[in-house]
């Protein structure tokens, strides 16, 4: 909060924090890398190895 200027949040009940702290700015930018690894990480969807293999 003293480098920031930001609050720092505290996790509510819902397990979430307060929207425009850097917990919650943190909690998003790690679901997004999250996400990302999942999709790139799953395997090819049956329909699309198919089309790749036409080519």
Do not use: C, H, M
Request: no cysteine; hydrophobic share 25%.
């Amino acid at each position: 909060e003293i480098l920031t200027e930001v609050k720092a949040g505290e996790r509510k009940k819902d397990e979430t924090f307060e929207e425009g702290t850097v917990n919650y700015l943190v909690d998003q930018e790690l679901q997004r890398l999250a996400l990302s690894w999942k999709t790139f990480t799953a395997p090819p969807e049956k329909g699309k190895e198919k089309e790749s293999k036409k080519e």
